[in-house]
């Protein structure tokens, strides 16, 4: 028996046809990279080591929670790993002379020597960048910080350093833009597919209310729900969703009024198939096409619409490494011009891969691009301009 | 249209009565040194404004009857519905009422910040049409090669990045001080602008506004680049292009000629949207980088602040424009291109 394929043949010309997009393909292959190295952020940027060895054993400071004491200090808070004295410590192995004389105590250590007393060489393993997006960066100077070796992007304005938050700020912003995609996208072809499965007074009801709804001020009621349940990323994603689904809404509906006259539904109707099995299983594969078109403006959408309201202080937490807070601070601080550059950097890049990838997955989807023998792909401005004209303005 | 308008007005006002922090509290914050609600952007301080407190604030040192005073003075001592009833007949009216904060009509208020907007929109407009429709053109024209691609690829970028992200990277090169100190920062005319020449003052708007219109307007190309690069396409697969080119006429007088009439339907079709955009439109974001006072600003501030009259006069009057602009819209369409009908087909 023949081993059945992974992916049915449709699926395979698909894929082959994505491949040939070569800007889609490297864009997909350079944004996979940088997404996966944020994904690891705790590994890149953190102000705590990834492996210490003291004594002997291998502690894992990024898992567990390793008091100072555990290193032969006094306190029994969390080590503060970045501090000369416990740097001593884990080095020479608990010397207690570190609290007089760390930096002698290192430099012998480096230098190979042995020391007298409870000696054990110890070493510990640091992040590319020994940051995180929260860690107050000890440097001289006044606050915005030049690009320097420490900080290669430089400091904002309360010395955090700007390589650890945008790597932060990165996954931050690709993981709420996706996960608002995704949970807008069902959303919005369920809405459109009853809409436009039944018609008639379900449809013009429904109408009226996405109407309404798409009347309302967002951000007026962003601000109002954050001001009284107070803000988290969860509910930002919650809301987003709220107010992003109608732009699927109306394609996947118009593709349903289409097709529910068509010979194939009303046969499996005349069959006596549920209407859901028709809906999703028959009519919605059919609809994709037009729903995959919307969705490198939902994505880059949903991305600068965080970016807006961090921009304008009714974003995430102030906690949060937003690349939005890092746009409002380069507007702040014009004597320090790395903000501005970084955050226009990070945002034209990730979001110009993003448009690419989807661009591709969407010529991919196109029917009359997947019959196409020579497949010859260019970029589908058709879609691009149908789609457009109802994309989320942020 | 009536039935969306009316939903609208009723969702709102119902969201605003259950929601705490309105003008009252935003009084009474004010009178004990609570600010501008732009502090936290555009001035330069660090500190984010507290929009919503759940009690008075009063409540903790003002004598009830003050309050009691205000809330009369507000209309707020009446029952929620008998002031939505109120407040519907007089927009019926046209009766936009006053702003709470400032004693100056609703209408007026948004006629003063008229002039940012439609200098946004309309300089902004301009130069994307001048730019985009000579492109889609030539896009068309040369469908498929690498020049259609590489503009098609910059054009989806532009439009992918939001605009006060250009704006920053504007700020920062031309106007922050740091490379190129080339045009100023804030506002819509210099402070001596009285003084000025004619022609000093027509250097001086425009000096101001180069920016700002750079910046909105670098998203606006993709759209209609590509909508014109599409219906030219599709109609210069068409008989006639043939039938005028075997004539023997020149690719010129065949695109401008014969195509850019049919081509451009779909374009024109947009203009009553586009008119009423060039007045009304606002950027927050944008009016607020560069400190201009404009329809976007007007709106944020008076629904942080729970300027309620404004937030309903203008919710009331951009809802019934844009219903109204759909309609003309569609009313185009059929004028300008008889082939298109909205009849209902079984």
Known sequence: ?394 | MIPTLLGIMIINFALTQFVPGGPIEQILAQMEGGGDVFEGISGGGSELVDTGDNDYIGGRGLPADFIADLEREFGFDKPPLERFLTMMWNYMRLDFGESYFRSISVFDLVMEKMPVSITLGLWSTLIAYMISIPLGIKKAVRDGTPFDTWTSGAIIVGYAIPGFLFAILLIVLFAGGSYWRLFPLRGLTSANFEELSMIGKVLDYFWHITLPVLASTISAFATLTLLTKNSFLDEIKKQYVMTARAKGLSERRVLYGHVFRNGMLIVISGFPALFIGVFFGGSLIIETLFSLDGLGRLGFEAAVARDYPVVFGTLFAFSLIGLVVGILTDLTYVLIDPRIDFEARG
């Not at chain 1, 640091?126 to 915005?144: E, F, L, Q, R």
């Not at chain 1, 069959?271 to 995959?292: C, K, W």
Request: with cysteine; charged share 15%; aromatic share 14%.
């Open chain 1, 1 to 394: 028996m023949a081993k059945r394929p992974f992916l049915s043949p449709l699926n395979q010309r698909r894929v082959r046809n994505f491949k040939r997009n070569r800007r889609a393909l490297w864009s997909l292959i350079i944004f996979s990279v940088l997404f996966g190295l944020s994904l690891m952020a705790e590994f890149i940027a953190n102000d705590k080591p990834i492996a210490v060895s003291y004594r002997g054993e291998l502690y894992m400071p990024i898992f567990n929670f390793y008091s100072e004491q555990d290193f032969g200090g006094d306190f029994p808070t969390e080590a503060g790993y970045g501090e000369v004295e416990v740097d001593c410590l884990i080095v020479t192995g608990g010397l207690q002379d570190c609290f007089d004389a760390p930096d002698e105590l290192i430099a012998a250590v480096d230098a190979g020597e042995t020391l007298e007393g409870d000696f054990q060489k110890g070493w510990m393993l640091w992040p590319v960048i020994p940051y995180s997006y929260n860690t107050i960066v000890d440097v001289g100077g006044v606050a915005p910080s030049p690009p320097s070796a420490e900080n290669v992007l430089g400091t904002d304005d309360t010395k955090r350093d700007v390589l650890a938050r945008v790597i932060y700020g990165f996954r931050l912003s690709v993981t709420f833009a996706l996960t608002v995609t995704v949970a807008a996208s069902i959303i919005g072809i369920m809405a459109g597919a009853v809409q436009g499965y039944f018609g008639g007074w379900t449809d013009l009801i429904f109408q009226r209310f996405i109407e309404i709804w798409t009347g309302m001020p967002s951000l007026y009621v962003i601000i109002i729900v954050f001001a009284i349940l107070g803000r988290s990323y969860w509910l930002l994603v919650f809301l987003t969703v709220l107010f992003g689904w109608p732009a699927l809404v109306g394609v996947v509906r118009a593709e349903f009024l289409r097709a529910r006259n068509l010979e194939y539904v009303r046969a499996a109707k005349a069959l006596g198939v549920r209407d859901r099995t028709i809906m999703f299983r028959h009519m919605l594969p059919n609809a994709m096409v037009a729903t995959v078109t919307m969705l490198p403006f939902l994505v880059t959408g949903a991305i600068g619409g965080l970016a807006s309201l961090d921009f304008l202080g009714f974003g995430l937490p102030s906690s949060a490494p937003s690349l939005g807070e890092m746009t409002l601070q380069a507007k702040q601080n014009l004597q320090a011009p790395w903000l501005g550059f970084t955050a226009f950097f990070t945002f034209a890049i990730m979001l110009s891969l993003l448009v690419f990838i989807f661009e591709g997955v969407r010529d991919a989807f196109d029917p009359r691009k997947t019959f196409v023998a020579d497949g010859n792909v260019t970029v589908d401005d058709a879609a691009f301009a149908a789609a457009e004209t109802k994309a989320p303005n942020q």
